[in-house]
C-alpha cells in the first residue's frame, strides 16, 4: 500500500472527448509525476508537478496538460482524445521534485473508442 | 533517448527456481530502481540501489549496482508463485524529474 490514490480506476471515452484523471499523493510527498503505460510497454514520462508548477515535461503534446493544488493532488487533463491515448496512465508521489524514490497509485484504465 | 534494455524480456521457471535478470543502458545512471507490477495495478518499488558496486537484497530478492554504472542486475531466489509479474528497472533522468523505464521481464512460474 503506497497511499498513491487515483480516481477513477477505469474510464470509457469516445475519440474527440475530453477526460480528466486525480492522483493523491503519499502523505509528506509534494511532487507528483504522471506516466502513460501502453500494453506490454514501460511506463512513459508525461510531466512532473512540484510545488503546483510544471516541473519537467517528456515528449507529450500540449493537449495533455496537468494541474497539482495546495494540497499536493494533481489532475491530468487529455484533451481531443485518439484511439492511441488508450493505456494505462499512473501517477507517482515523491519528494522535493526528484524522482530517485517514486512510488505509484494503481492507475487509470483509458479506453478510447 | 535513454533507453533501458531488460534481458530476457519473458521466463518460464518452476517453483522453487532462482531467477536472474539483468538491465543495461549506453549511459551511465547514479540510481537504479527495480520495480515489480502486477496485472491491473501500478509498479510497486521493490529495490533502490545508489552507489556503482551496491549489492541490496530485499527478502528473497537481491539487487547490483553494476561497476559500470551502466548496468543493474536483480536476482530471486526459491521463486514462489507470488513472484508471478513483471520487473522493470528504472532509472532518473533529466534531473531527476522523470523516470526512464526498460520494458519489462514477464516472469511465469509453473508449478
Known amino acids: 500500500e503506497t497511499g498513491v490514490t487515483q480516481s477513477p480506476t477505469h474510464l470509457i471515452k469516445t475519440r474527440g472527448q475530453q477526460v480528466t484523471l486525480r492522483c493523491s499523493s503519499q502523505?509528506?510527498?509534494?511532487?507528483v509525476s504522471w506516466y502513460q503505460q501502453a500494453l506490454g510497454q514501460g511506463p512513459q514520462f508525461i510531466f512532473q508537478?512540484?510545488?503546483?508548477?510544471?516541473?519537467g515535461r517528456g515528449n507529450f503534446p500540449p493537449r495533455f496538460s496537468g494541474l497539482q493544488f495546495p494540497n499536493y493532488s494533481s489532475e491530468l487533463n487529455v484533451n481531443a482524445l485518439e484511439l492511441d491515448d488508450s493505456a494505462l496512465y499512473l501517477c507517482?508521489?515523491?519528494?522535493?521534485?526528484?524522482?530517485?524514490?517514486?512510488?505509484f497509485g494503481q492507475g487509470t484504465r483509458l479506453t478510447v473508442v | 533517448g535513454q533507453q533501458l534494455n531488460q534481458s530476457p524480456q519473458s521466463m518460464f521457471i518452476q517453483e522453487g527456481e532462482d531467477v536472474s535478470m539483468n538491465c543495461t543502458s549506453s549511459?551511465?545512471?547514479?540510481?537504479w530502481l527495480w520495480y515489480k507490477q502486477e496485472p491491473g495495478e501500478g509498479p510497486v518499488l521493490l529495490i533502490a540501489l545508489y552507489k556503482a558496486g551496491e549489492l541490496t537484497s530485499n527478502g528473497r530478492l537481491t539487487a547490483q549496482f553494476g561497476i559500470t554504472r551502466k548496468d543493474s542486475f536483480l536476482n530471486i531466489s526459491a521463486s514462489i508463485p507470488s513472484d508471478v509479474g513483471i520487473y522493470f528497472c528504472?532509472?532518473?533522468?533529466?534531473?531527476?524529474?522523470?523516470?526512464?523505464f526498460g520494458q519489462g521481464t514477464r516472469l511465469t512460474i509453473n508449478p
Open positions: 502523505s509528506g510527498h509534494n511532487t
Open positions: 507517482a508521489s515523491s519528494a522535493d521534485g526528484l524522482n530517485t524514490e517514486a512510488f
Open positions: 508537478y512540484y510545488r503546483e508548477e510544471e516541473n
Open positions: 549511459s551511465i545512471f547514479n540510481t
Open positions: 528504472a532509472g532518473p533522468r533529466q534531473g531527476a524529474q522523470k523516470l526512464v
